[in-house]
């Protein structure tokens, strides 16, 4: 049931996110890149501003909780409104995504994760409606309720269920640590932890992404889905997710 949920409302995200984000629309096919975040990139990253991406996400995107400085790129979240109130959601945070879309190749990321019950600090590539595309997507997840484990997932025309639960060996919000993605077009995606294979899906649970995607971050509170995230209490200060640095290496 909370695979069929997240799925009925990621869908509704993606028809959202396809009239939020047009301007964006029909970007070019990007090639390999290291991205040190010593500054913010607007040839290379945009930030979500002032909308919600559905039910099951407690929070409206802010432009100006995605900050850059000493060489990281971090996301806030606190209690305040976004522009048009976003929905009535009652917490505000920051997402950025890559203006080109990448095909296959390792994606990778030196991040570190918000501790606290209810969020998710997440890196993942992405496409949907908004690039006139079926919804594909691969995940790397840091549940908030236990940062010693990291969920993997990916959607294929929509379609997924079909997470992992990987236990790390150390706290993924008490430092920066390297997790990669890498996406074959022979047939499998595998996922990497401070360059150790802890992962790999080969298409035997269903069929594998096969669409360009966007690089994506964001930070987030559920609601509705306490049973995978746990209840969000807001801790009264404000929450960051910090990411050092972004690459992607084409194959």
Same mark, same amino acid.
């Given at each position: ?10 869908? !509704?995200?993606?028809?959202?996110? !396809? ?28 930030k979500a501003?002032?909308? &919600? ?15 850059? &400085? =000493? ?7 606190? /209690? ?10 009652? #917490?505000? &945070? ?9 095909? #296959? ?20 590539? #992405?496409?949907? %409606?908004?690039?006139?595309? @079926? ?31 990987i236990n790390? =060996? ?8 390297? #997790? ?14 401070? =360059? ?5 899906e080969n =298409?035997?649970?269903? @069929?594998? %992404? ?10 987030? %509170? ?8 746990? @209840?969000?209490?807001? @801790? ?8 050092? &640095?972004?690459?992607?290496? /084409?194959?």
């Amino acid at each position: 049931m909370k695979r069929l949920i997240r799925a009925l409302v990621l869908t !509704a995200t993606t028809v959202l996110a !396809a009239v939020q984000l047009s301007p964006a629309a029909h970007a070019a096919i990007g090639g390999s890149f290291v991205d040190q975040f010593n500054s913010f990139d607007t040839s290379r990253w945009h930030k979500a501003d002032g909308w &919600s991406n559905g039910s099951m996400f407690n929070v409206g995107w802010r432009a100006d909780h995605v900050w850059n &400085s =000493g060489g990281v790129t971090g996301i806030n979240l606190d /209690k305040a409104t976004c522009p048009g109130g976003c929905s009535g959601k009652p #917490y505000a &945070s920051g997402e950025f995504r890559s203006n080109d879309l990448y095909s #296959y190749g390792r994606f990778e990321v030196r991040m570190m994760a918000v501790k606290r019950a209810g969020t998710v600090t997440s890196f993942f590539t #992405y496409t949907g %409606p908004s690039d006139n595309q @079926p919804w594909d997507e691969i995940d790397v997840e840091i549940l908030g309720k236990n940062t010693y484990q990291m969920q993997t997932n990916y959607f294929t025309n929509g379609v997924g269920g079909h997470e992992t639960i990987i236990n790390l =060996g150390f706290d993924a919000s008490a430092g920066f640590h390297t #997790y990669a993605i890498e996406w074959w077009n022979r047939g499998t995606i595998n996922w990497f932890v401070d =360059g150790r294979l802890v992962h790999q899906e080969n =298409g035997s649970r269903g @069929p594998l %992404p096969t669409r360009p995607q966007r690089i994506m971050a964001n930070l987030w %509170p559920g609601i509705g889905v306490d049973d995978w995230l746990g @209840p969000f209490v807001y @801790p009264g200060t404000t929450l960051t997710a910090r990411y050092d &640095s972004v690459s992607y290496t /084409k194959y």
